[in-house]
């Protein structure tokens, strides 16, 4: 998108925050770099350049602008539905992992040499692997210096800074502003919240339909885990340093996100797993004019654009819950993944709501005897040997993981069937492509809008939904009656 100069300049010049996230403007004349929808006079086309990523936008000394702040621009979809080394290695970025392990364990993750994952990042992006990580330290450190009192010395390690020197020069350097300054610059009104507990917005690229996305994460949410509370869905999430819980209420313009965390350095995370749950760096643009290209989807695209994916936080959890709803019903499912969490979860205190435990680790449920499960032993064996497998680290589901390769080998498994495999690539992979033409839900819409009905002849007649076949699902189940397509009641 960045190479493509004429088309920048128009989206810049017609502030179009639908390339907000795509690409960054940097203005040689002040300095300065923003996102397209900045609200400032447009610079001259000849003093605008170009830059793929914020990163880059730094590392050509740029700082980013005060009035459109373009650290908290959507990310980019590419991530979302490309599933090869650089879009993985994104998602891995994101999820914290060059903070965490560096550069040779993010490296070592997709299997290739730390050389050639600074060749293709920054061939592609403009920027390394350690200065993408900066930049989203930068991000975070401002939110963390302008939402909360944190002494500057909590925030630059909470940030994920080695040392406050570090952090004061980042911060100068990005803002170009000190972080005193940048923390006096907060509105008055508007208290900084203590350690602990933090309130921002998720931004989207609009539109966004909550009714599916909301109501998906509510009706299938485990007791104890997850809830529906007061016109938001609460979850309780297992981060690296700790655990939290995330409180996500719809807003026409934005999520409005709460955070309460044992550890703010997992504050970065946290937010990056909430916006990956509820799909928010989709361009649901591109996603419905494609499907609009069909007449049978045209109707329902028109009647409730931008529509998401329902994903999760947790890919091994996910996987564990795809195989106890196997051929039961939703009540069932949560039922039975209630019980496991009640018996191997760990607890946790929720003064503001009713979560109880973190959904136990594949780790934890290695220890579960098969015979307490109260499903036929078929399926139990299905669950054990799966359990066994994610603890083993046999298999990858996390959001750095390849897709076909992860098919592979859960198609290998006893009791995995397309159903199941295509369900774990669209919630907890994140594939936009995932297909499952044998859901119930599925064959009931087909039959509804006079489509095939068996799988094979489905999955032909979706070719020309590719490459956004999960979204097509979401239009597809949103004709039935089902509580996941109904935003709950508060």
């Known amino acids: 998108?960045?190479?493509?100069?004429?088309?920048?300049?128009?989206?810049?010049?017609?502030?179009?925050?639908?390339?907000?996230?795509?690409?960054?403007?940097?203005?040689?004349?002040?300095?300065?770099?923003?996102?397209?929808?900045?609200?400032?006079?447009?610079?001259?086309?000849e003093n605008m350049r170009f830059y793929p990523s914020a990163a880059a936008a730094q590392q050509a000394g740029f700082r980013a602008c005060k009035?459109?702040?373009?650290?908290?621009?959507?990310?980019?979809?590419?991530?979302?539905?490309?599933?090869?080394?650089?879009a993985r290695a994104m998602r891995l970025i994101a999820d914290g992992v060059v903070d965490r392990d560096g550069v040779p364990g993010l490296a070592g993750r997709l299997g290739y040499s730390t050389r050639q994952i600074e060749r293709q990042l920054n061939a592609e992006l403009g920027a390394g692997p350690l200065a993408l990580a900066r930049a989203q330290r930068a991000q975070t450190a401002r939110l963390l210096i302008e939402t909360t009192a944190l002494p500057m010395g909590d925030v630059a390690f909470a940030a994920g800074f080695a040392s406050i020197r570090a952090f004061n020069d980042t911060v100068r350097e990005v803002f170009a502003l000190t972080p005193s300054a940048l923390r006096d610059r907060v509105a008055k009104g508007h208290p900084p919240a203590g350690s602990?507990?933090?309130?921002?917005?998720?931004?989207?690229?609009?539109?966004?339909?909550?009714?599916?996305?909301?109501?998906?994460?509510a009706a299938t949410g485990v007791p104890g885990v997850e809830e529906w509370r007061d016109g938001a869905f609460r979850r309780a999430m297992r981060l690296p340093h700790g655990h939290g819980i995330a409180t996500l209420r719809p807003q026409p313009d934005h999520v409005a996100c709460t955070l309460?965390?044992?550890?703010?350095?997992?504050?970065?995370?946290?937010?990056?797993?909430?916006?990956?749950?509820?799909?928010?760096?989709?361009?649901?643009?591109a996603v419905d004019d494609l499907l609009r290209d069909d007449p049978v989807l045209a109707p329902l695209v028109d009647k409730a654009p931008g529509r998401r994916v329902p994903r999760t936080v947790d890919a091994p959890e996910?996987?564990?819950?795809?195989?106890?709803?196997?051929?039961?019903?939703?009540?069932?499912?949560?039922?039975?993944?209630?019980?496991?969490?009640?018996?191997?979860?760990?607890?946790?205190?929720?003064?503001?709501?009713?979560?109880?435990?973190?959904?136990?680790?594949?780790?934890?449920?290695?220890?579960?005897?098969?015979?307490?499960?109260?499903?036929?032993?078929?399926?139990?064996?299905?669950?054990?040997?799966?359990?066994?497998?994610?603890?083993?680290?046999?298999?990858?589901?996390?959001?750095?993981?390849?897709?076909?390769?992860?098919?592979?080998?859960?198609?290998?498994?006893?009791?995995?069937?397309?159903?199941?495999?295509?369900?774990?690539?669209?919630?907890?992979?994140?594939?936009p492509d995932a297909?499952?033409?044998?859901?119930?839900?599925?064959?009931?819409?087909?039959?509804?809008?006079?489509?095939?009905?068996?799988?094979?002849?489905?999955?032909?007649?979706?070719?020309?939904?590719?490459?956004?076949?999960?979204?097509?699902?979401?239009?597809?189940?949103?004709?039935?009656?089902?509580a996941i397509n109904l935003l709950p009641a508060n």
């Not at 960045?2 to 810049?12: G, K, L, M, N, S």
């Not at 960054?24 to 001259?44: D, N």
């Open 1 to 45: 998108m960045h190479e493509d100069v004429e088309r920048c300049v128009r989206a810049v010049q017609s502030k179009d925050a639908r390339f907000d996230g795509w690409f960054f403007t940097g203005v040689v004349t002040t300095g300065i770099y923003c996102r397209p929808s900045c609200p400032v006079v447009p610079p001259k086309p």
């Open 67 to 86: 009035r459109c702040r373009p650290d908290t621009s959507p990310g980019s979809p590419e991530w979302n539905h490309r599933a090869d080394v650089v």
């Open 196 to 217: 602990g507990a933090l309130s921002l917005r998720l931004p989207f690229r609009a539109p966004l339909c909550p009714d599916n996305l909301f109501g998906h994460l």
């Open 260 to 285: 309460s965390l044992s550890d703010l350095r997992d504050l970065t995370i946290a937010i990056s797993r909430c916006r990956w749950m509820l799909d928010l760096d989709a361009d649901p643009i």
């Open 318 to 431: 996910f996987a564990v819950r795809a195989v106890l709803g196997q051929q039961v019903s939703t009540a069932a499912a949560r039922t039975h993944a209630a019980r496991l969490v009640t018996a191997y979860g760990d607890p946790i205190d929720d003064p503001g709501g009713g979560l109880t435990h973190l959904f136990p680790t594949p780790s934890a449920l290695a220890e579960l005897d098969p015979e307490a499960l109260a499903f036929p032993k078929i399926r139990r064996t299905t669950l054990t040997t799966l359990v066994d497998a994610l603890a083993s680290g046999e298999i990858d589901l996390g959001v750095g993981s390849d897709w076909e390769e992860a098919r592979t080998r859960l198609s290998a498994l006893p009791g995995f069937g397309p159903w199941t495999i295509e369900t774990i690539a669209m919630r907890a992979l994140g594939d």
């Open 435 to 482: 297909f499952i033409p044998g859901d119930l839900g599925i064959r009931a819409a087909a039959r509804a809008l006079d489509l095939p009905t068996t799988p094979a002849a489905l999955t032909q007649r979706a070719a020309q939904w590719r490459p956004w076949r999960a979204y097509a699902v979401q239009y597809l189940w949103a004709t039935g009656d089902h």
